[in-house]
């Protein structure tokens, strides 16, 4: 990752998207201090409130993980313990987070697990994660992040193991419990179907960059940049009817392999000429609240199609 | 003409349990299915998981047996068949696995993936092979140095084309796609959507398409079925499905799909709630008494619907 700042406001969902390999699960990983220390190294801040999680210590980031930021894992099937009974999993984090006893713990729980729609709590507090259809296991690791009511909840594909209908399901749980608490919620997703369901901004990465940034309604409406451009080009939907897709040349460059400089789209683009890009391309605010990096937008264009809109 | 022909399919799994692991019950993953595929054409079966479309797929293919029912290709019935004289129709009928990471032999090099299928059915000296293989790969759009590596060494979306490199080797008249993309990245995925459509008009091929992203399943298929606990509750054309969708069930896989037009979502989520409000007080007219979901009607020339 290089180079990116974002905000998430209360009240606010701000979805991250990108293919595999553009950094967003290393963005995720880094807000929650979760990567390998000795192996990484990181620059800047991540401000919650008036604390730089950067600069905490193991013990002070404890105290926040779980009871101030929450994290929804994508594959609840291994990020669950499969030997704890799921009440107990989600009662583990009250343990360390309040000083309630053992019966309001239980209280709390059976709360929780009814708030996310588990049709019996007493029944599922008992169960061990195998026991759950998929979409159970999501609804009781949604339960277990907003077990301590966090201001903050990173949802690192949440809905990408899940069928269509469990998906809706799923992202109406979000928001509704979003109405609640006035919770941010930072969505990470490949699925730009998702994100123009129930996101407020997104922020679009390409190979660690953030590479255009904005309001939802804005930048589904006008999208500016190449990526995010052929990205929406590609998604087969009723507009594009059976034609064929948009496809983006060559492949994401590897993490060794990025270029340092100069745009990083650039190859995957070569029809644009090279003088277009910039050295070293900058965000721009195109529009308020509007970011775009590199100023190789102005002059893209498809080559032999029509965009779709 | 059809290509193939499924009437009144029904795969059966058994339950055993009890006193000398008997077989207590069943399991109907699919329980009395019946379409056609005609010759040219993408034919798209979609369900939640567990709906047994996949189980479906894998009948035609006869790697799971079917309890009655029969499958007609050609004029032969696949479910009647033995094993040695299931050999030849196998030729025609190939498959694209979903999963490209564990559906390729990880000690097997790519020629030795892709021309497996030939080694079965046809005496090739090894360069012809080579030759044939090399063909392949560049169909698919990759570098001919890529027959001498191993799977680890690809991408997903480069490995899925050498699944689909494979299928083709034999010349088949039905491939059976099996989720074909939905491992991939959006990107990736275009790519190879694209390809399977090039591949279909210039082999003239015929495809069972199955999956669970009905966005997918809309660009690529003419004709849908809906699957829903084994059973089909409605057919039909792609605009039919997707404009006119007559079953609770249909309706609701329809309101589910996330819209990329972020302006319509106060809409849809009206839509979804109405729906599940209507699911819940009449899904169970929609099913008999046993919860089967009803036969189904015609109700126009390509459009059926299982209502009572």
Known sequence: MDNVSFTVNENEIVAVVGESGCGKSALALSIMQLHNKQRTKIEGAIRYRDSDLVALNEAQMNKLRGKDLGMIFQESLTALNPLMTVGRQIEENLDYHTDLTKKAKKARTMELLAKVGIPLPEFTYKQYPHELSGGMRQRSMISMAIACNPSVIIADEPTTALDVTIQAQILDLLKSIQKKTHMGIILITHDLGVVAEIADRIVVMYAGQVVEMGTVLRIFKNPRHPYTRSLMNSIPSAATGQDRLHVIEGAVPSITRMPRQGCRFKDRISWIPDNTHENSPELHEVASDHWVRCSCYKHFYFQGRKEKR | ?308
């Open chain 2, 1 to 308: 003409m059809a290509l193939l022909n499924v009437n009144d399919l029904k795969v059966y799994f058994p339950i055993v349990g009890g006193f000398f692991r008997r077989v207590t019950d069943y399991v109907r993953a699919v329980d009395g299915v019946s379409f056609e595929l005609h010759e040219g054409e993408t034919y798209g079966l979609v369900g939640e998981s567990g709906s047994g479309k996949s189980t479906a797929g894998k009948a035609i293919m006869s790697l799971n047996k079917a309890a009655s029912g029969e499958i007609l290709f050609g004029n032969k019935d696949i479910t009647k068949l033995s094993g040695s004289q299931i050999k030849p129709l196998r030729r025609d009928i190939q498959m694209i696995f979903q999963d490209p990471y564990s559906s390729l032999n990880p000690k097997k090099r790519v020629l030795d993936i892709i021309a497996e299928p030939l080694r079965n059915y046809e005496r090739m000296s090894s360069v012809e092979e080579k030759k044939v293989v090399q063909n392949y790969l560049d169909k698919v759009g990759l570098d001919s140095e890529a027959i001498h590596k191993y799977p680890h060494e690809f991408s997903g979306g480069q490995r899925q084309r050498i699944g689909i490199a494979r299928a083709l080797t034999l010349k088949p008249k039905l491939i059976i796609a099996d989720e074909p993309v939905s491992a991939l990245d959006v990107s990736v995925q275009a790519q190879v959507l694209n390809f399977l459509q090039e591949l279909q008009e210039e082999y003239k091929l015929t495809y069972l398409f199955i999956g669970h992203d009905l966005g997918v399943i809309r660009h690529m298929c003419s004709r849908i079925g809906v699957m829903y606990r084994g059973r089909l509750v409605e057919e039909g054309t792609s605009s039919e499905i997707y404009e006119n969708p007559r079953h609770l069930y249909t309706k609701r896989l329809i309101a589910a799909i996330p819209d990329i037009r972020p302006e319509t979502r106060r809409e849809k989520e009206r839509l979804r709630n109405a729906l599940k409000e209507e699911y819940e007080q009449t899904f169970a007219s929609y099913f008999d008494d046993t919860g089967r979901a009803y036969d189904l009607k015609r109700i126009s020339e390509t459009h059926s619907v299982a209502l009572p």
